[in-house]
């Protein structure tokens, strides 16, 4: 299914909410009028460059400067050693800590260490940014080499060599946490009485997120008013606002974070980096404009990297095939330093989703965090829900095998029953509202299933291995309440900020705290305010992305923004609708309760012809020369919703390949995605997201892996290493959905933005082991190379 | 360092610069002549963002000198539209939702209109091919595909209209159908 879209202006306003309209970013983007933060220039303005360390782990012995410093063109160079002397904190801090975490410093440049290629040493400002680039060159580091560890698994060993040393503590380990969900005497218990048990070792590999546009910042320090403004690719200004305070030691009300067009994150533009904090520090030193754009070079060392599990996941059947218990132990690699929000990730985020899509009445979860001399890791697209669906996915896949049943139908008896919601699982979560079945049978539609299998068999027979896989996946979107997140250990709230602002013209500027790098929020938003309001889309405004224009707001995140943000949106129109009532009800002369509001326009209940519009109270609202006792002139209202719960939305993919099992070759003949993200504002923005996230969980499955070799050196740090698919490389993608609303909030929205790639990796895996039955292969990690199928198919065939 | 004096006609417009003998054609775009449309993705030809139009062959220009282009004429993206309409290629990326960050998009477009330019009307498959060294990390390349399919149609629906303007005199330079090589 292919939609097409519309143009604002054929849309009635009665049916803008739900309308594919054609976006509004759009235009400024395809003429090259976007201003992205390199595309702003200023004659003042200096570069900035890192110098970092070209070994994973190492002492540093001396560094010497002078050289760079002598040349023509430079302005500074600044060690840690410059930074400590101004006395700023120079210290980033963790988002999210966990009961007996362990937080070690991370200096926004290395003083006597460097724990991780890419950690940064010492800095260059220069006029041009070729000199600049030029200078790094002439800073001569002394270093001392040290062993490095970057296997999550082994770096817990106690023989392993030691990222950080712990002053404060006997014991001196690589384990960052050691955390637990679920009922493991129960589980255990589940395996005892087990008729049936499945098992899996499974690797969910590093990933780097790759946004098109490498991270950027630009900072002007204003020496008369001492603020600080500051441009930069951020999926959340007043966050960074925030942590940027703490690290630089300046108020936050003088600092000014914006966010102009910024080109993609997938998460790694949540975190706060020594990188623009740097920038800024720089820009107080010298009092003038400082730019500094990472290199695709740079974004492979030192943006936030994914994943890195290591995983022994098990499950238990009894004798018909009913799940009764699932145990899950993972090493998770935290990378040298613990990054902004990244001890959630493989915690809260990845634990508390193991029950998948089904009803599973004991779970036990164990995952030991680890420091290695790796990038940190953080979120990245999906952040811990993709991890804990690989592992619930594959492990469910066997089970149907180990029990001689249809992979579907193996899953459709295990789902959570359609009346069973809300549904609490034995990881801490209530999931919403769900009715799963619909949604396998429209995805097994769409491959025409049964003729689908025949067609394997029949292929088998001439040697054509052709392989189907299911993935029936859910994910937890828009987190929250700020209590609850309060409560796990998280240093921020999660409700969003809107104000909606009515002008005098009737025109609207409606504010949001969410930030958007892509999403579309300004078609999606204003179709929320102009519904509300019964105000044509086109008189409706949206800002996004800086901390000036917007009240307080937490960002674009965790597929956060339509459930959180326009829920905000949502309440503070209803606030300005309920105002602008009062208004009106007091200028026809009535009662509050007997006006009506539809469409833009408030009449006398019964006197239809006794109406005004909503534009109309808003002029009077600000003339104020007769307004209703005790009610402010002016029409704008804002709001902070903090969310009850998580939405879930879900679906079931299937993917269809044909593996040459001599060649290792994959193909794929068909990619069926259903979705349910429960109400869609903007059904084409929707179909957007899903293709793209397919397309990451494709690359997760197939092409894409951080390597480091044992000396913690990248060896995939470019993109000749780094597979990022190509356009040759994605299958064409139906796409098509069911709808079940979300209670939790007004738009009974669920959220899109990480669906596909928590759904995809498995959907492959799945598919590729299934072609490969024949063989006897049972697993092959991911990426799944050609080099990998071989290897499997042959040594499987060895061991039989 | 040396600096050279060069010419670049950039969409219609002749801009004389001094620049560095390494100087790469996107810098001296952005940052000297402030076409900020194409971008950097990562400087070293793999990415296709920073895509323009060299003397009618679509180029990277981070893999490009600036004196290497001198006395060039370089369409950018900002070239692309004509007397505020849209081209076709542009209207094709709105319509069919071929972009979401938009910052392969100036790349996608001009590698797209070279394409088009050889081939008129491509399968799926030689649009597939075609974009190879155009990376996008958002859309999973299906609305993009769908975008430049929209633009051929459109294209040869305002050349069947030139042709029947013309009445009947066939416009459609075809010494340049059949070239394969991409950039
Ligand atoms: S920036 Fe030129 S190809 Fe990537
Ligand atoms: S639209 Fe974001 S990279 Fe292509």
């Avoid at chain 1, 204003?222 to 200004?237: A, C, I």
């Avoid at chain 1, 520090?281 to 060392?301: G, I």
């Avoid at chain 1, 951080?706 to 490389?729: C, F, I, R, W």
């Avoid at chain 2, 209207?91 to 938009?102: A, D, I, V, W």
Wanted: net charge negative.
């Amino acid at each position: 299914m292919s939609m097409d879209t519309i143009e604002a202006d054929e849309v009635d306003v009665s049916d803008v909410l739900g309308s594919a309209i054609e976006r509004r970013e759009d235009p400024a983007l395809i003429t090259g009028e976007g201003t992205y933060t390199d595309d702003i220039q200023d004659p003042e303005m200096a570069h900035m460059a890192v110098l970092r360390s070209q070994y994973g782990h190492a002492e540093i012995e001396s560094i010497d400067t002078s050289e760079a410093e002598a040349m023509d063109g430079v302005i500074a160079v600044y060690t840690a050693e410059d930074i400590e002397e101004t006395g700023t904190p120079g210290d980033l801090p963790v988002g999210w800590l966990l009961p007996n975490l362990k937080t070690p410093s991370h200096p926004i440049l290395a003083k006597d260490r460097v724990r991780y290629q890419g950690d940064g040493v010492a800095v260059v400002v220069a006029e041009e940014r070729y000199v600049a680039q030029d200078a790094l060159d002439r800073i001569d580091v002394e270093y001392d080499r040290l062993d490095a560890v970057v296997d999550p698994k082994a770096a817990v060993d106690e023989s392993a060599p030691q990222v950080h040393e712990w002053e404060d503590s006997d014991v001196q380990s690589n384990q960052a946490f050691d955390w637990e969900i679920g009922d493991g005497d129960a589980t255990d218990e589940a395996f005892e009485n087990a008729a049936h048990t499945v098992s899996v070792d499974l690797e969910n590999q590093r990933l780097i997120p790759n946004a098109m546009e490498p991270r950027a910042t630009v900072a002007e320090y204003k020496p008369g008013t001492e603020e600080l403004e500051v441009f930069m690719t951020s999926q959340n200004p007043h966050l960074h606002r925030q942590l940027m305070s703490a690290v630089l030691g300046v108020p936050e009300h003088k600092i000014r974070v914006v966010a102009p067009e910024v080109g993609g994150g997938f998460g790694s533009k949540i975190h706060h980096y020594p990188d623009e904090a740097l920038t800024s520090w720089c820009s107080m030193q010298l009092k003038r404009p400082v730019k500094w754009q990472a290199t695709r070079s740079e974004t492979y060392l030192t943006d936030a990297h994914g994943r890195d599990h290591i995983t022994h996941g098990e499950l238990a059947m009894d004798e018909d095939g009913t799940i009764t218990g699932m145990r899950v132990k993972t090493y998770a690699g935290m990378g040298a330093y613990l990054s902004t929000f990244a001890p959630a990730v493989p915690t809260y985020l990845y634990g508390t989703l193991l029950s998948g899509q089904y009803d599973i009445p004991a779970i036990h979860c164990n995952v030991i965090g680890a420091f290695t001399n790796g990038a940190p890791v953080d979120a990245y697209r999906g952040a811990g829900r993709p991890e804990a669906i690989y592992v619930v996915e594959r492990l469910v896949t066997l089970g149907a095998r180990e029990m001689g049943m249809d992979p579907a139908e193996f899953r459709r008896q295990n789902f959570v029953p359609s009346d069973g919601f809300p549904h609490e699982t034995p990881v801490a979560v209530v999931y919403d509202s769900g009715d799963y079945e619909p949604a396998l049978d429209k995805a097994l539609e769409m491959v025409d299933y049964e003729a689908l299998r025949e067609r394997q068999a029949e292929l088998r027979e001439d040697g054509r291995y052709l392989g189907i896989g299911f993935s029936s996946y859910i994910e937890a979107c828009g987190l929250a309440p700020s209590e609850l997140a309060g409560q796990l250990g998280a240093q921020a709230g999660l409700w969003e900020s809107g104000l909606v602002r009515v002008h005098p013209t009737g025109k609207v500027t409606a504010f949001s705290g969410t930030s958007g790098h892509g999403q579309g929020h300004e078609t999606t938003y204003a179709q929320i305010v102009s519904d509300e309001l019964g105000i044509p889309y086109d008189d409706i405004e949206i800002v996004e992305g800086d901390t000036d224009e917007i009240p307080q707001g937490m960002g674009t995140y965790g597929s956060r923004s339509a459930a959180v943000g326009g829920s905000a949106l949502v309440t503070s129109s209803q606030k300005v609708v309920e105002k602008a009532r009062k208004i009106a009800a007091h200028l026809l002369e009535t009662g509050e309760e007997d006006i009506e509001f539809e469409n833009g326009e408030f009449s006398v209940t019964g006197a239809p012809e006794r109406s005004m519009t909503i534009q109309e109270v808003a002029q009077q609202a600000y003339l104020a020369h007769n307004m209703p006792e005790g009610v402010e002139p002016g029409l704008e209202e804002t709001s902070f919703y903090d969310p009850d719960n998580f939405t879930f939305p879900f679906g079931t993919h299937v993917a269809v390949v044909e593996v040459d099992p001599e060649s290792g070759e994959i193909e794929f003949e068909q990619y069926a995605a259903v979705d349910d993200v429960g109400n869609q504002i903007n059904p084409k923005i929707v179909e957007g997201q899903v293709h793209g996230g397919i397309a990451q969980g494709i690359g997760q499955a197939l092409y894409e892996q951080a390597v480091y070799d044992d000396n913690g050196t990248l060896v995939s740090g470019s993109m000749q290493d780094y597979a990022v698919p190509k356009a040759e490389h994605i299958p064409h993608m139906d796409t098509d959905d069911t709808v079940t609303p979300s209670p939790h909030n007004p738009l009974g929205v669920k959220g899109v933005g990480e669906a596909g790639t928590i759904a995809a990796p498995q959907a492959v895996v799945n598919a590729v082991t299934d072609a490969l039955s024949p063989f006897g292969v049972d697993h092959i990690d991911m990426p799944i190379t050609e080099e990998k199928v071989w290897r499997a198919v042959n040594e499987s065939e060895e061991g039989s | 360092m040396t600096e050279n004096d060069i010419t670049l006609t950039v969409n219609g417009t002749e801009h004389d610069l001094t620049v560095e003998p390494r100087t790469l054609l996107v810098h001296a775009l952005r940052d000297e002549l402030g076409y900020t449309g194409a971008n950097v993705g990562c400087e070293s030809s793999l990415c296709g963002a920073c895509t323009v139009d060299m003397d009618g062959d679509a180029v990277k220009s981070c893999t490009v000198l600036a004196v290497q282009a001198d006395g060039t004429e370089i369409e950018t993206v900002e070239g692309l539209a004509e007397d505020d309409e849209f081209h076709p290629i542009q209207e094709g990326f709105q319509k069919e939702h071929g972009l979401q960050c938009g910052y392969c998009t100036p790349g996608m477009m001009m590698t797209a209109k070279d394409l088009l330019e050889r081939n008129s009307s491509p399968d799926e498959g030689e649009i597939r091919e075609a974009l190879e060294g155009n990376l996008c990390r958002c859309t999973g390349y299906q609305n993009i595909v769908n975008a430049v399919e929209f633009a051929a149609d459109r294209m040869d629906a305002d050349t069947a209209e030139d042709v029947a303007a013309d009445g009947g005199t066939a416009t459609i330079d075809d010494s340049d159908v059949g070239r394969t090589e991409g950039q």
